[in-house]
């Protein structure tokens, strides 16, 4: 999978209900440290670019835990939240973080102040599930229980919305590497893609819908581009994760094992030969793309894993 050499800028985390964060020699299968996350489950975790940092999203706070030292506890809180934060992410540069929560709030934060400031807010009227930061760093791009898309640009504060499916929640958003695409998936199982088209200067991202299919038989809960933008991976309460051709979006692969139940979250290996899944058994597992089969099981959490993030060397 990974050369041996490459092994200390390999880092693989995940988190879930057990109230512990983990990180795993990829090759072994074997954990080599675990972080307390005492006060709540896990709901989403991120790499800071210069992987220094994770970043856990849970109840009323995001912690950020230093990936370089021996300490399981986290070395900033940021609070001031008032419910669960759903997701987290990081500009390219590392300079600034975003997060959507429960209390219908997207918020960045500036990581290169002292405090845990936050200079921009936008609020919605439902609960945030997602929010997928656009290629051109400028544009995010959030999705809410009530079934709305927005479109945020940074440095205007406008923004506009579309709504792919009435009476349905968007679970996740994701956009290709290349910024000419954007996936959506929801709780009845159906993936939304529209072809992304930038503007010139300072004039928004247009999106065209292209695509709708059923993708899962229950909720689809995560959907992710490789970074090569061949495949589309999509993750499920029908405790399966399917790879499709972003060509066509055809079926690539169904990765299903038995009694793997809801497989809640996904990510690429950087050659986009991998890919790794989160989910409900108390496991994570890397599948092999070519073959759809499963490379290796990392077990060791005593709850459901309900996130994971990844990166390694060509990251």
Not at 6 to 16: F, P, R, S
Not at 60 to 76: G, K
Not at 88 to 107: A, K, N, Q
Not at 236 to 250: G, L, V
């Amino acid at each position: 999978m990974f050369d041996k050499s490459e092994m200390d800028q390999v880092i693989l985390a995940t988190g879930g209900y057990d109230h512990t964060i983990k990180l795993w020699h990829t090759h072994s299968g074997i954990c080599y440290r675990t972080m307390q996350h005492a006060e709540s489950q896990v709901n989403a975790l991120e790499i800071t670019p210069d992987k220094q940092l994770l970043a856990a999203a849970s109840y009323q706070h995001i912690y950020m835990y230093d990936l370089n030292s021996n300490n399981s506890n986290p070395i900033v809180n940021y609070d001031g939240i008032t419910k669960n934060v759903t997701d987290v992410g990081f500009e390219v540069d590392g300079r600034w973080m975003y997060s959507g929560g429960e209390d219908c709030r997207v918020r960045l934060w500036d990581l290169k102040s002292k405090g845990t400031q936050c200079p921009k807010i936008f609020e919605v009227q439902a609960p945030v599930t997602c929010v997928c930061l656009h290629p051109n760093q400028v544009e995010l791009f959030v999705g809410d229980q009530s079934g709305i898309i927005y479109r945020w640009d940074l440095k205007t504060d406008h923004n506009e919305q579309l709504i792919p499916e009435s009476d349905a929640m968007i679970l996740d958003i994701a956009i290709d590497p290349l910024g000419t695409h954007m996936a959506a998936v929801n709780n009845k199982g159906r993936c939304y893609i529209w072809s992304l088209k930038s503007g010139q200067i300072d004039e928004p991202t247009k999106m065209n819908p292209k695509h709708k299919f059923d993708a899962h038989k229950r909720h689809a809960l995560k959907c992710e581009f490789s970074p090569d933008s061949r495949y589309l991976v999509t993750t499920s309460a029908d405790q399966t994760a399917k790879i499709w051709n972003t060509s066509d979006f055809s079926l690539r692969q169904e990765l299903k094992q038995e009694n793997q139940r809801w497989v809640w979250d996904a990510a690429f290996s950087s050659d986009s030969q991998y890919v790794f899944t989160a989910s409900s058994d108390y496991t994570a597992k890397i599948w092999n793309i070519e073959k759809g089969t499963m490379e290796k099981e990392y077990a060791g959490h005593q709850k459901a894993v309900t996130a994971l993030a990844f990166r390694d060397c060509a990251v």
